[in-house]
């Protein structure tokens, strides 16, 4: 006994003495394995967030959906409210805060459930013989708004069913066309459209809604999405984002907000004077503004998107902050209806900002990470956030920006046992001596004595960023933790820094940015000597894919190897073969056969007689929006000149790569071909 005693001391005592495990590199199974938050809601008096988390399966293997609520007035934890099978989005609360609304595949396709909050199970509130795609209850829970995939012309749910059944007994499998668009990001275009509806709800929920009505059945077009969806303050009308029917759709920009009474009727296009983009129509709780967001440049998908304000009594309509040089991005009334909050791309960063509706001054209240799905009740806004070592997490400040607050930390375990690489933004003068900023992150365990090699990525979009944020896809740790230097370069034409800097891009696709990013690389070289610049290699995706081969004619030299991902290499096939044509239109001046078009100027097989980089083309047979043959050509350049390459397809991928199994594979084939030529 005393020996026994003695021996689980001594155990005892090493166990306390022993360190915590040490970090680890982030890997991609770690990438695949941390939760996420899929939708947040905060209640009207701004007690109660309900948030959707979707479990990863790190330790334990959960990998569940469901819905979690949590008492802002408390420091408890969240309660977890639903554990079905199925998953839960589209999360809602009602406006008394005693109910919440989602959408759940639980009874074989996805309808309305409504989860009364003071006990008892979630009801099934519509019972449709289609599957629903979005929702709006309006504020005094008699209407429910609907997003339904119809055939156009149909006036029942009914008519809709019926085709498609006659479709199902067809023997062939053609699919004819009379007009573009023919297919849209990773799909063919059906005859069937997503267009709203409305159901009247019932006091109590004795039985499900079986049947609701087309508001715009006579239209050949689909509504911008529920959340461009919003019931007037009366609770009489919904106005909505669309494109007007006809056969253009494929090459303008010009969505119209559309008002039209909840008992059908005439549409009245609230926005006609504008032949641009109109978006997010939102109302004031006491119904005297409507605001939304518009642009002012026809055919352009990335010009700013400006706040406007329309007075509904007096039917003023003016723009908010005309000076503010930033593109918002979302927007909420705050609870004094005098009060917008926005969230806006600001210098690498998704910030927070207030605008004052009378005299259009703006105050910044948060502009750290990524701050997004913004919510605003009472005295506090609650918003999610993510950053370069952080995946997204629900956070809570004041409505003056002060009384930060992490609500959520569901990846807390998952945090413990990764090491990130640490990051810092870095500016420099790029082309015309313009300020370009940019981010580098360090090896995850770096050492300043030693050098390492680095790993260049480029952004696509082209108007986008690789700012503070964390990403699956593009992630920037995942490089880091292999031991390279990362470095971000937001050349001209990145979003988040003025819009005449994101519209220098334009007609200048292979200008400014290529000097942008040969600037940044010389710059950070020199900056950080750690840095080995004869042991680089370049990635990028879509655009970034373009650069990839436009370096690879115009900068011949400058890596020691390549990663394509879904990138352009022949403009004029490619305008033939994409689908959105507005934005090639705006971005290159015209059409493939304008004269003044840059389709030729700017286009990389015309330098492919300079190519000697080794390059490794990844594209999905599922992208139409860049289509392979566009890698297929790069790759088919690469091998008749006898340069070492590799072509990767991934048949049920599109412009991204979103299976888990696929996201492996793809960092796997990204790494072991940087390492062959970096290491």
């Not at 599957?131 to 006036?155: I, N």
């Not at 642009?295 to 902050?321: C, H, I, S, W, Y």
């Not at 090639?584 to 492919?608: C, I, R, V």
Request: glycine residues 8%; charged residues 20%.
């Amino acid at each position: 006994m005393k020996y026994s005693l003695m021996l689980l001391s001594a155990l005892a005592a090493a166990t306390m003495a022993a360190p915590l495990a040490a970090k680890a590199p982030l890997t991609v199974e770690h990438l695949n394995q941390f939760n996420k938050i899929n939708a947040i809601s905060l209640s009207s008096d701004g007690r109660y967030l309900a948030y959707v988390q979707s479990n990863g399966g790190f330790a334990p293997a959960d990998l569940s959906t469901d819905i979690y609520l949590k008492d802002l007035r408390q420091n408890g934890p969240a309660r977890r409210l639903t554990q079905s099978a199925s998953s839960e989005r589209a999360l809602a609360f009602s406006q008394d805060g005693q109910s919440l609304y989602f959408i759940a595949n639980r009874s074989g396709s996805n309808q309305v459930w409504r989860l009364p909050l003071n006990g008892g199970e979630a009801l099934q509130l519509t019972d449709l013989p289609l599957p629903v795609e979005g929702f709006k209850v309006a504020a005094d829970g008699k209407t429910l708004a609907l997003a339904l995939s119809v055939l156009p012309g149909c006036d029942s749910l009914k008519c809709t069913v019926d085709a498609k059944a006659s479709d199902n007994e067809r023997k062939d499998s053609a699919l004819a066309y009379d007009s573009l668009m023919v297919r849209h990001w990773d799909h063919w275009r059906t005859p069937y459209r997503s267009q709203l509806h409305v159901a009247a709800i019932g006091e109590t929920v004795v039985s499900a809604i079986t049947d609701a009505k087309n508001l715009i059945s006579d239209w050949d077009t689909d509504i911008a999405g529920m959340a461009e969806v919003a019931f007037t303050p009366d609770n009489q009308h919904l106005v909505f984002s669309a494109k007007a029917p006809g056969k253009d759709q494929a090459w303008h920009t010009n969505f119209d907000i559309f008002q039209v009474s909840v008992n059908g009727g005439e549409k009245i296009n609230l926005t006609a004077d504008n032949q641009a983009w109109d978006a997010k129509p939102k109302f004031s709780s006491d119904g005297r503004f409507m605001a939304y967001m518009a642009m002012t440049k026809p055919g352009a998908e990335a010009d700013r998107f400006g706040l406007m304000l329309l007075d509904m009594v007096t039917g003023q309509r003016k723009e908010l902050a005309a000076d503010f040089d930033r593109s918002v991005s979302d927007f909420q009334f705050g609870p004094d209806n005098r009060t917008i909050y926005v969230t806006s791309q600001d210098v690498g960063q998704y910030s927070i900002f207030a605008i004052n509706t009378s005299f259009g001054d703006v105050r910044k209240v948060y502009g750290n990470g990524y701050a997004g799905n913004l919510q605003v009740a009472s005295d506090k806004l609650v918003f999610t956030n993510h950053r370069l070592d952080m995946p997204a997490e629900v956070f809570q400040i004041s409505t003056d920006g002060g009384q930060l607050t992490q609500l959520t930390n569901i990846n807390a375990k998952w945090r413990e046992q990764v090491q990130f690489g640490d990051y810092e933004q870095f500016s420099f003068k790029g082309a015309n001596d313009a300020t370009v900023y940019g981010y580098l992150v360090k090896p995850w365990n770096f050492d300043a004595k030693k050098k390492y090699p680095m790993a260049f990525l480029v952004h696509g979009g082209p108007q986008g960023s690789f700012g503070n944020m964390f990403n699956e896809r593009w992630n920037a740790q995942m490089y880091a933790a292999k031991g390279y230097a990362v470095v971000m370069v937001d050349f001209h034409g990145s979003t988040g820094y003025g819009q005449a800097f994101t519209d220098a891009i334009s007609r200048d696709w292979g200008g400014k940015p290529l000097i942008d990013l040969q600037k940044g690389f010389e710059y950070i070289v020199k900056a950080q000597p750690w840095i080995d610049g004869n042991r680089a290699c370049a990635l990028g995706a879509s655009y970034g894919g373009y650069m990839m081969n436009w370096i690879a004619g115009n900068w011949p030299t400058g890596f020691k190897c390549l990663v394509n991902h879904a990138g352009l290499y022949d403009m004029p096939s490619f305008y033939g073969s994409t689908e959105e044509l507005w934005f090639p239109e705006y971005d290159l001046g015209g059409t493939a056969w304008d004269a003044e078009s840059d389709y030729q100027k700017f286009n990389p097989a015309a330098h492919a007689d300079k190519w000697q980089t080794p390059m490794l083309v990844i594209h999905g047979l599922k992208d139409y929006r860049v289509p392979y043959a566009q890698g297929l050509g790069a790759f088919t350049n690469l091998q008749r000149k006898g340069i070492d390459s590799r072509l990767v397809i991934f048949p049920d991928e599109n412009h991204w790569i979103l299976n888990k199994d696929n996201r492996v594979r793809w960092y796997g084939e990204v790494f072991e071909w940087l390492e062959k030529y970096t290491k």
